[in-house]
């Protein structure tokens, strides 16, 4: 017997719920994709829109790949092969960045991270000290890392660079940030930023995004591992098609324009104070349940735990029972530990599309398993949660 009929819940850290009111934005007729079209228009909108969600007035790029694509397309069109980088390690993300650099011949260092932790910056800027000669060419970090559940200081992470007064540009995957929690590329002096629409921008995977300042731009032009596909010279061509290296993602495109729209309504700040309580929520119950002595946070300093998503390790049982009686008794999904933590901790997501009961009902399910199952925990992690949003969202 299960409970489960119903909609199901998504509570994986991307892709994420995505809104009615974008998947009817795509159910549409394929349009004209020339020079001239509706679709132009659509594209200049997304391209100065997403300059203000990223808060820059640097140049935009939007791809037809997902993380991983505008990845490369950072690399390529910033490196020239022997280049050397140093990856920020506090999780798994910035690491994978780092070796998708390595295969096309980027020298790749990875400055490893304190366990359980964000980035230190007192460690960047002793490595950047180290660096006399200025062989790094670039400083790799994740705002968020959806592996381990770590948010990492940016503006502190700049300061620890200019600190050691190296020339290295400071590269920020927001993949798993953008549209959750502040970000402020400009005012950070972030040189590149990388970010993806299937998190925090509620939109389905298929597009990622870079937005490059002036001191980047001006690299690319000597970069030799520059690709037709990736190239920004070439996406900021006189030709629509051109800033897709050919034909347009329409439909995401119209997904893309309606989340960034529902943003915008409910306004940007009040989305961080959305996600923000909610994590918090999430963090009471854990911090209950981790009484029993089976679960516990993976990051041990509380201001270091991201708002997109808690991970939670586990300790005498399979997290995968309760993954799947989550998952086939009751209809939510919940994320499985992926990495070092495979096999070891689940996540619960908490970002995009989600409100007080999506959040509410995933904590509900989480704790109903816990009983069902005999896994030993704290009682009362969900009144928890419910006493905190009751106590900071107020009529």
């Known amino acids: 017997m299960s409970v489960r009929n119903g909609r199901e819940f998504l509570s994986i850290p991307g892709p994420t719920t995505v809104p009615d009111e974008v998947l009817s934005a795509m159910h549409r007729p394929a349009v004209d994709i020339y020079n001239g079209s509706d679709l132009e228009q659509v594209t200049d909108g997304l391209l100065r829109d997403l300059q203000r969600v990223i808060r820059t007035r640097g140049r ?82 994740v705002q968020i890392d959806t592996a381990s559940g770590v948010v990492n200081d940016i503006p502190a992470i700049r300061a620890a660079i200019d600190a050691a007064g190296h020339p290295a ?33 509620m939109t389905p995977p298929g597009l990622s995004f870079i937005a490059a300042n002036e001191r980047a731009l001006e690299a690319h032009h000597t970069a030799g591992l520059r690709t037709s596909y990736w190239d920004w010279t070439q996406r900021e061509g006189p030709l629509h098609y051109q800033k897709y290296c050919g034909t347009p993602p329409e439909h995401l495109l119209f997904g893309l324009r309606k989340a960034l729209d529902m943003l915008f309504a409910e306004g940007l700040e009040n989305v961080f104070e959305r996600h923000r309580l909610i994590a918090e929520a999430v963090r009471r119950a854990v911090d209950v349940w981790s009484e029993g002595g089976a679960l516990s946070f993976n990051i041990t300093e509380p201001a270091e735990r991201s708002d997109s998503v808690t991970l939670v390790l586990t300790e005498g049982f399979d997290p995968a029972t309760l993954l799947t009686y989550c998952r086939e008794k009751c209809g939510v999904v919940l994320g499985i530990g992926i990495g070092e933590f495979t096999d070891r901790a689940f996540r619960i997501a908490h970002m995009g599309h989600i409100n007080a009961p999506m959040i509410l009902g995933t904590l509900s399910t989480v704790e109903v398993g816990l009983g069902a199952l005999g896994i030993s925990h704290g009682r009362g992690g969900v009144q928890a949660a419910i006493d905190w949003l009751s106590e900071s969202v107020r009529p």
């Open 60 to 141: 935009t790029y939007i791809y037809p790949a997902n993380g991983h694509g505008a990845w490369e397309a950072a690399a390529t069109n910033l490196f020239s092969r022997g280049d050397k980088v140093l990856v920020l390690e506090s999780g798994r993300f910035a690491v994978g960045w780092g070796e998708m650099a390595a295969m096309i011949g980027v020298e790749v260092e990875v400055l490893n991270g304190k366990p359980r932790g964000a980035v230190d910056p007192a460690m960047v800027e002793d490595r950047l000290r180290e660096d006399a000669i200025h062989e790094i060419k670039a400083v790799l970090v």
């Open 169 to 201: 540009m400071l590269m920020v995957d927001t993949i798993a940030s953008l549209g959750i929690m502040p970000y402020e590329m400009d005012a950070w002096r972030v040189d590149v930023t990388v970010a993806a629409a299937q998190k925090g921008l």
